[in-house]
């Protein structure tokens, strides 16, 4: 079986350790699925990627690297570029990641050349129809819904959104990571940590004032720039300007699993996510999570590893100090953690789902 992988255009950081341009979430999940792949006798994997300069990574003989068209093509460019290449080498699958109008043109094509393509939703607001980058209106959602051999979706609300509005049938695959034996890091945990891309949506402002609130606590901020320059300089200006906080712009992605493993408490403030791969590098280093409005499924309730505040600032900064205050709750909730990221967001059980689909 030939399964290709389509790599979001900000995927460069993953595959080139000098690098230092952001990368999202979409990108960490074709990469670990993509990785995991590689373990099948019988499959043969093609990661889809810009012609990048620079390809230095850890686990480059896992993967098969086509650099199909350069950074400087536009998006009409790439997708005919892709379009040609697929039809000259024939893959059986297709899978991709977040919601674009080639995703739906794509699904229809697949359609005809008898491919299979997988389409897995990023953000909650794509299940609406809508981007997530400026949560404008993808017009043609609706040949994606109609030609797409699969749908996978991160969670509950997403499935029954399409289910309920569409009638479109999906299946809830969790996001994935290789989950090791945990590493308790003894006497080491001591900051609360922050990690998002420095959107406004994001809320980075709302951790900033956190810290600011509690100087006797340390803080730690990874925040890549996104496309607002303005807003980001702003927000590190404020972060900069506080004792406890450390502000840190960029983290390569084979580093950040250290800033997890070193944490307290994980802290969320975005209004709103799909199901954050931070939520879940978190949980597997047993980080309880904190978050201002996102818990998907109330995950963090039924679980009981960690609290959401509903909005409630002055709730959210009350759970940091009872958590930092309450050894005996801590290690409740930090075990609980562990236990859920074991059973929900192992990569080799959700790569398994998604081959027992396609077979």
């Known amino acids: 079986?030939?399964?290709?992988?389509?790599?979001?255009?900000?995927?460069?950081?993953?595959?080139?350790?000098?690098?230092?341009?952001?990368?999202?979430?979409?990108?960490?999940?074709?990469?670990?699925?993509?990785?995991?792949?590689?373990?099948?006798?019988?499959?043969?994997?093609?990661?889809?990627?810009?012609?990048?300069?620079?390809?230095?990574?850890?686990?480059?003989?896992?993967?098969?690297?086509?650099?199909?068209?350069?950074?400087?093509?536009?998006?009409?460019?790439?997708?005919?570029?892709?379009i040609k290449y697929t039809i000259i080498a024939k893959p059986e699958v297709i899978i991709q990641h977040g919601l674009m109008?080639?995703?739906?043109?794509?699904?229809?094509?697949?359609?005809?050349?008898?491919?299979?393509?997988?389409?897995?939703?990023?953000?909650?607001?794509?299940?609406?129809g809508l981007r997530q980058a400026?949560?404008?209106?993808?017009?043609?959602?609706?040949?994606l819904r109609k030609f797409v051999y699969i749908i996978i979706t991160q969670n509950k609300y997403q499935h029954d959104t399409l289910i309920h509005e569409y009638g479109c049938e999906n299946i809830i695959i969790y996001n994935g990571f290789e989950i090791k034996k945990r590493n308790i890091v003894k006497n080491k945990k001591n900051y609360i940590l922050w990690v998002a891309r420095c959107d406004s949506w994001k809320q980075p402002e709302v951790f900033v004032q956190l810290a600011k609130n509690n100087p006797d606590l340390q803080f730690c901020m990874i925040c890549?720039?996104?496309?607002?320059?303005?807003?980001?300089?702003?927000?590190?200006?404020?972060?900069?300007?506080?004792?406890?906080?450390?502000?840190?712009?960029?983290?390569?992605?084979?580093?950040?699993?250290?800033?997890?493993?070193?944490?307290?408490?994980?802290?969320?403030?975005?209004?709103?996510?799909?199901?954050?791969?931070?939520f879940i590098q978190a949980t597997m280093n047993g980080v309880p999570i904190v978050t201002?409005?996102?818990?998907?499924?109330?995950?963090?309730?039924?679980?009981?590893?960690?609290?959401?505040?509903?909005?409630?600032?002055?709730?959210?900064?009350?759970?940091?100090?009872?958590?930092t205050g309450d050894r005996k709750k801590y290690k409740i909730l930090s075990d609980n953690a562990y236990k859920y990221a074991i059973e929900n967001h192992n990569i080799d059980l959700n790569v398994k789902k998604i081959i027992g689909l396609l077979q």
């Open 1 to 82: 079986m030939k399964i290709f992988i389509i790599f979001p255009k900000d995927s460069e950081a993953l595959f080139d350790k000098n690098s230092n341009r952001t990368f999202g979430g979409a990108s960490v999940q074709m990469y670990n699925i993509a990785k995991e792949l590689y373990k099948y006798k019988g499959i043969e994997t093609f990661s889809i990627i810009p012609d990048y300069t620079n390809i230095e990574f850890d686990d480059y003989d896992k993967f098969n690297l086509v650099k199909l068209y350069s950074k400087k093509d536009n998006a009409v460019v790439k997708f005919f570029k892709f």
């Open 292 to 323: 201002l409005h996102v818990n998907p499924e109330d995950f963090l309730d039924a679980f009981q590893c960690g609290y959401c505040c509903n909005g409630d600032v002055e709730l959210l900064n009350n759970k940091i100090k009872e958590l």
């Open 101 to 128: 109008t080639e995703s739906c043109i794509l699904a229809f094509i697949c359609w005809i050349l008898k491919i299979k393509f997988i389409f897995m939703f990023a953000h909650d607001v794509e299940v609406k």
């Open 224 to 278: 890549p720039q996104s496309q607002d320059e303005s807003f980001f300089n702003n927000i590190k200006k404020q972060a900069l300007m506080i004792k406890n906080v450390t502000f840190i712009d960029f983290v390569p992605y084979n580093e950040i699993d250290k800033f997890f493993e070193h944490a307290l408490i994980f802290v969320n403030t975005s209004l709103y996510e799909g199901f954050p791969q931070t």
């Open 134 to 143: 400026d949560q404008s209106r993808v017009l043609l959602f609706f040949l």
